[in-house]
């Protein structure tokens, strides 16, 4: 019998050590969520500074002293650059590590390496970026982004849907706008005569989109502005600028067609690019699948590189370039 009592007890103690051991496993691609604690919260903070030693040491130290726990980090030192990018990714107890003292803690940091550029967010504290849409007649871009948004895919929050283009009141796009309490503004103007109307409707915003919005925005808007503009281009960029760029690519018989999500600036389609996709086409397709495939990989590269935009993963990087972690 104490024999029987000891393998009883043994084997209730292997049951409760898988037991713990399988709920604490992590599987590939589960979600950083389910795996910790409810009390932790997520945060991320690029780092972009003059190179040096030290650097992740001190950025491991700040997070760790305050009970932080780093899940990812990405660093980038260019070849013959002395310059240092960042961007980790980490959890916190946010009762022992206040959002303000974090701010401080990772300020002093910054100070510390005289860095160019220190930003740090925390998705479920911090307020959702607000964004304003810009859209022409074409609606592709525009429908996709604002389902991906209905369905929680875009961490942001629509302030208004700006366009030159009239949309009548049984529109889908209108009727989804007034389910949902988002403003429609139809500018009608050319190029360049109603911005100073256009800048005061996106004043409050933190970025704009535009969703294929054909018009040009001009470098005094730009200024004015003074925040990320992010454009979708239906071409691989630097290639078929302009209009028609489908039209072109398909004139010239490509094999590969791609779409390029990019910053604006006052140089017409050579912003800093964030994303690029591409999508193979052959000899069977005719302009219209053509076109169909150039649109569904435009609505990608552009959900794409909204999402890298607010998840912090998109740094600048010398004059025309980026650094996408």
Request: aromatic share 10%.
């Amino acid at each position: 019998m104490p024999l029987l009592r000891r393998l009883s007890s043994s084997l209730q103690q292997v049951v409760k050590f898988t037991n713990r051991s399988f709920k604490s496993l992590k599987f590939p691609g589960e979600p950083i969520e389910s795996s910790v604690s409810p009390t932790l919260t997520h945060g991320i903070h690029v780092f972009h500074c003059p190179d040096g030693v030290g650097i992740v040491a001190k950025l491991s130290e700040c997070i760790a002293s305050r009970g932080g726990n780093i899940l990812a980090a990405d660093v980038f030192v260019p070849e013959k650059k002395n310059v240092f990018y960042s961007r980790s990714e980490f959890i916190f107890d946010p009762i022992k590590w206040p959002r303000e003292q974090m701010d401080e803690d990772f300020f002093k940091l910054s100070k510390m390496f005289n860095a160019m550029r220190s930003v740090v967010r925390v998705p479920d504290i911090d307020p959702k970026y607000k964004v304003a849409v810009l859209a022409s007649k074409q609606e592709h871009c525009l429908v996709d982004f604002l389902y991906g948004w209905q369905e929680g895919k875009l961490p942001v929050e629509i302030t208004c849907v700006i366009s030159n283009h009239d949309r009548g009141p049984n529109s889908h796009v209108i009727r989804f706008l007034e389910r949902h309490g988002i403003p429609y503004h139809y500018l009608c103007a050319k190029e360049n005569e109603r911005e100073e109307e256009l800048l005061e409707l996106v004043q409050n915003t933190d970025f704009l989109v535009l969703a294929r919005y054909m018009q040009i925005l001009s470098g005094k808007f730009l200024r004015s502005y003074g925040k990320d503009v992010i454009n979708i281009h239906h071409g691989l960029l630097p290639s078929f600028k302009g209009g028609k760029p489908a039209k072109q690519a398909f004139d010239a018989g490509v094999k590969l067609i791609g779409a390029t999500s990019h910053f604006v600036t006052e140089e017409l389609d050579a912003g800093p690019i964030i994303e690029q996709m591409v999508e193979r086409v052959s000899h069977r397709d005719n302009l219209r699948t053509f076109v169909q495939k150039s649109e569904d990989v435009e609505k990608q590269c552009l959900a794409k590189a909204i999402k890298s935009y607010c998840e912090l993963r998109v740094l600048p990087y010398e004059m025309n370039k980026t650094v996408v972690f």
